[in-house]
């Protein structure tokens, strides 16, 4: 055991960078989350925003910066109102230095194709959404939301999330960064595709029965994590947690 303490000082930016660097030799699928110490993902008025801090939305920022694809749940993309990336959300220079495309698209991920209008119609200068559904999806619905985004069908009457990471791979879209939600997070670590858990721990207890970071069915067993780092911002915690065996 040991104690790790704030050694002062602020972390440069290049260190931060290089804190969150991807692998690059495969697909590699990263998850980030903010909770409570109570575990709550969602504050008394349903947004993950009160439990946010600006070390917190500077790790949001800096993911979404080093990704080549924003993955998320519909759930969560109609709770948010989800856009596609702007311009100014990233740093561009950062992303021609690491051979990203200019921005990266969001990628939903729905089986009712209940896909907010704020990720369709993406203009020129934003990446068109990529919306990751199955056969079941209804096909007029399919019909409409291919017009206005990329529809990629990936299993029979659910989305098969193995298959995304495969799609999101041969696509060349490798360094992906998920985003919750909590059901969709419980199915990508059923499916075995995670990598890793960015976690910030904010210093905050709110109580309530709002949902767990992993919600719906207990997974088939624990699923091992090994620390990668801890980050200390103030009173707040940025772990980074890599699968066992990833
Ligand atoms: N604290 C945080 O960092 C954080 C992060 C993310 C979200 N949140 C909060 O979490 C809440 C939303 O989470 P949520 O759990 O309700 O929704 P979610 O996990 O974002 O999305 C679940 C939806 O994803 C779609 N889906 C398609 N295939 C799926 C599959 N194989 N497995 C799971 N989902 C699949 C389904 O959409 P269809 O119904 O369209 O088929 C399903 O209803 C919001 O309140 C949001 O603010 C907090």
Redesign the pocket.
């Known amino acids: 055991m040991q104690m790790l303490q704030p050694v002062g000082g602020d972390l440069a930016a290049d260190d931060l960078e290089a804190a969150y660097a991807y692998p690059l030799e495969r697909t590699w699928l990263r998850l ?4 409570t110490l109570d575990g709550a ?2 504050d008394a008025h ?3 925003e009160g ?2 801090s600006a070390s917190d939305q500077e790790v949001f920022a800096l993911l979404r910066g080093l990704s080549d694809v924003v993955l ?9 109102q989800y856009a596609p990336v702007r311009p100014t959300e990233v740093d561009q220079d950062m992303r021609a230095r690491l051979g990203l495309a200019p921005l990266p698209p969001i990628a939903v ?7 907010p209008e704020s990720l369709l119609d993406a203009g020129d200068d934003r990446a068109r959404t990529l919306v ?3 056969d079941s999806a209804p096909g007029g619905r399919r019909a409409e939301v291919a017009d206005r985004a990329e529809v990629l069908v990936c ?1 029979d009457r ?4 193995v298959a995304v990471r495969e799609t999101l791979g041969a696509r060349g879209l490798r360094r992906v960064v998920a ?9 990508l670590f059923s ?1 075995g595709v995670l990598d890793e858990f960015c976690l ?1 721990m904010s210093p905050m207890v709110i109580g309530g029965a709002g ?1 767990r ?1 992993v ?2 069915a207990a997974l088939d067993g624990p699923v091992r994590m090994r620390l990668g780092h801890v980050l200390v911002a103030g009173d707040e915690l940025l772990m980074r947690y890599v699968r066992e065996g990833a």
């Open positions: 980030n989350f903010v909770a993902v969602v349903g947004h993950p439990l946010s998320v749940g519909a759930g969560t993309a109609r709770a948010e991920v729905s089986t009712s194709l209940d896909v990751f559904t199955a299993g659910s989305v098969d999330l985003e919750g939600g909590p059901h969709l997070t419980q199915a499916a910030t949902s970071l919600a719906g």
